[in-house]
């Protein structure tokens, strides 16, 4: 099957907080692009008309407000992605310095 374009999820919603009503077109955090249709619908699905969901407001901004969390492992990997390839700069600037890598290695010692 071959699916030509993406496809973004757009919702409006209405909340309280703290006795206000608000409304709100914000999913998640970011914007998401779906390219397979099947996917797609099973998100839209998640949020049809006159149903009651749960949203996360940010208690400090009352107006920003998210249906949907984004998965916390996208953030974990992301990290430690970071810290990795941290670590394995400052290890590589480290033995440069050490002179690791030009220092002669004596494999063999024989005496004559």
């Known amino acids: 099957m071959i699916n030509v374009g993406t496809f973004t999820l757009r919702v409006v919603y ?23 249709i099947p996917l797609a619908n099973q998100t839209h699905m998640r949020y049809a ?26 953030f ?6 970071v810290a990795f390839g941290l ?5 590589g600037g480290f033995m440069i310095y050490q002179g690791f890598f030009t220092k002669p290695t004596v494999l063999f010692n024989r005496k004559k």
């Open 49 to 74: 008309p006159g149903d009651r969901v749960d949203c996360y407001v940010n208690p400090n901004a009352p107006s920003e407000t998210i249906l949907d969390k984004e998965p916390v492992w996208i």
């Open 76 to 81: 974990v990997f992301f990290l430690l992605g």
């Open 14 to 36: 209405g909340y309280q907080w703290e006795g206000k009503s608000y409304t709100s077109e914000q999913f998640a955090i970011r914007m998401r692009s779906y390219y397979d």
């Open 87 to 91: 670590f394995l700069a400052v290890s």
